[in-house]
T-cell receptor, first 115, second 113 residues
Framework: DTAVSQTPKYLVTQMGNDKSIKCEQNLGHDTMYWYKQDSKKFLKIMFSYNNKELIINETVPNRFSPKSPDKAHLNLHINSLELGDSAVYFC??????????????FGEGSWLTVV | AQSVTQLGSHVSVSEGALVLLRCNYSSSVPPYLFWYVQYPNQGLQLLLKYTTGATLVKGINGFEAEFKKSETSFHLTKPSAHMSDAAEYFCAVPSGGSYIPTFGRGTSLIVHP
């Protein structure tokens, strides 16, 4: 069983379109994340949710909107896609520990290409 | 806020040679430090985690890392590289008020036959 699963794995779309990436975790974790990895492999946190509540919202354009219907799901919707949005998007989850010793469990990534 | 610096975006070794990947943390002693590995076209997975106390940490696949306070370092090593170790390696530290892991820029390990 895949612990953190995200779909689609590959997505090619035109500029200006709206797209969504879905994520589900079956680990029973309280906290879920979206990370963006650019072409140079730099990994940056975008959002973090704890029990469906937003706890981290880094400097991300408001075209990106996360939605967490329950603590096992965290979807990412992107409006008006731009060329610069091309990247790999990783969903992840962890148990919440206030001192930060969380092991993060990552999905396999969604490769978004905007043309 | 805590951060980590990984020296060397690429490290190239021969199969069977020692692997050394460098990571330095920014300032005060962090309660936790992590190394993650990313194999091609996959997500990241935990290699090992440092928690306050044990300075030598053993991880999966024969990797280990030593926490050195005097050098603010947490370098990753493996005595003998294998072809299957070729991957991207990330050092990470909890950062900010919510202690979300912040990742270094990654080091690509290349293993030659």
């Amino acid at each position: 069983d895949t612990a953190v699963s995200q779909t689609p794995k590959y997505l090619v779309t035109q500029m200006g379109n709206d797209k969504s990436i879905k994520c589900e975790q079956n680990l029973g974790h309280d906290t879920m994340y979206w990370y963006k990895q650019d072409s140079k492999k730099f990994l940056k946190i975008m959002f973090s949710y704890n029990n469906k509540e937003l706890i981290i919202n880094e400097t991300v354009p408001n075209r990106f909107s996360p939605k967490s219907p329950d603590k096992a799901h965290l979807n990412l919707h992107i409006n008006s896609l731009e060329l610069g949005d091309s990247a790999v998007y990783f969903c992840a989850s962890s148990q919440r520990r206030v001192t930060g010793g969380n092991t993060i469990y990552f999905g396999e990534g969604s490769w978004l290409t905007v043309v | 806020a805590q951060s980590v610096t990984q020296l060397g975006s690429h490290v190239s070794v021969s199969e069977g040679a020692l692997v050394l990947l460098r990571c330095n943390y920014s300032s005060s002693v962090p309660p936790y430090l992590f190394w993650y590995v990313q194999y091609p076209n996959q997500g990241l997975q935990l290699l090992l985690k440092y928690t306050t106390g044990a300075t030598l940490v053993k991880g999966i696949n024969g990797f280990e890392a030593e926490f050195k306070k005097s050098e603010t370092s947490f370098h990753l090593t493996k005595p003998s590289a294998h072809m299957s170790d070729a991957a991207e390696y990330f050092c990470a530290v909890p950062s900010g008020g919510s202690y979300i892991p912040t990742f270094g820029r990654g080091t690509s390990l290349i293993v030659h036959p």
